[in-house]
């Protein structure tokens, strides 16, 4: 059985957090540096989402970290990603060997990150970002690993729901208010995609996400556009 007793007194000390509305930055680097007390973990990070329903870099305890989300921010693609597009604890326990992200895979040749276990953190029921371990060798992560920093992720969607209540004059605070306001928005045209194109969750918000970026727009707009009943750019509108 698994050591978690530095997890767990990573777990006190972070619900002792004293969230101001104004240290929301700090909040978020205190809670990525005591997930790495997961044995065996090597380092930690956190993405969140902005305005437009895109996963961003937020915090990373080492550099490989931080280059392994920053990677997932430029592709739109990876257990981190997933773990916030299925609302879900997403987990790999060798990501070079894992199919489901080639380019992510290609893109962390020679990096340390193997074993990745991602688990979304969410405001209001739904999710906002997502926090993630990882090890550099390949691990089979197990329920008890799992159960933990689900757990960890619990405690830390009630101190960022209290941060975003408080004071939204902190740049994170407001950042997270905005994804809160457009999420619903966003999810919706996703769901509408899917069900029209019959694409999986992922493929649907990557389709909104390409078609934004090509066309120099906002996702949100495009999100407001296909609820509206219009065609995303360059599709047909007779059937895509």
Request: hydrophobic share 45%; charged share 25%; aromatic share 4%.
């Amino acid at each position: 059985m698994a050591d978690l007793s530095t997890l767990a007194a990573g777990l006190r000390n972070l619900a002792n957090f004293a969230v101001t509305g104004e240290n929301t930055a700090e909040l978020l680097e205190q809670a990525v540096l005591a997930a790495r007390g997961l044995p065996g973990v090597a380092g930690a990070g956190l993405m969140l989402v902005d305005a437009e329903g895109q996963l961003r870099f937020a915090v990373a305890t080492d550099d490989a970290g931080s280059r392994f989300e920053r990677i997932q921010e430029e592709i739109g693609a990876g257990p981190c990603q997933s773990a916030f597009r299925r609302d879900d604890l997403t987990a790999t326990a060798d990501l070079p060997a894992d199919g489901r992200w080639p380019e992510l895979a290609r893109r962390l040749t020679g990096s340390p990150v193997r074993a990745v276990l991602a688990v979304p953190t969410a405001i209001g029921g739904g999710p906002v970002g997502t926090l993630n371990v990882y090890r550099d060798r390949p691990h089979r992560w197990d329920a008890e690993e799992t159960a933990a920093l689900g757990a960890y992720g619990q405690l830390l969607n009630r101190l960022l729901t209290s941060a975003v209540a408080q004071d939204h004059s902190d740049e994170t605070a407001r950042q997270l208010q905005f994804a809160l306001d457009y999420r619903v928005v966003i999810e919706r045209a996703v769901g509408y995609l899917m069900h029209a194109d019959g694409l999986e969750d992922e493929a649907a918000f990557a389709r909104l996400r390409t078609a934004a970026r090509n066309n120099r727009r906002k996702v949100i707009d495009l999100a407001r556009s296909v609820l509206d009943g219009q065609p995303l750019p360059g599709e047909d509108p007779a059937g895509r």
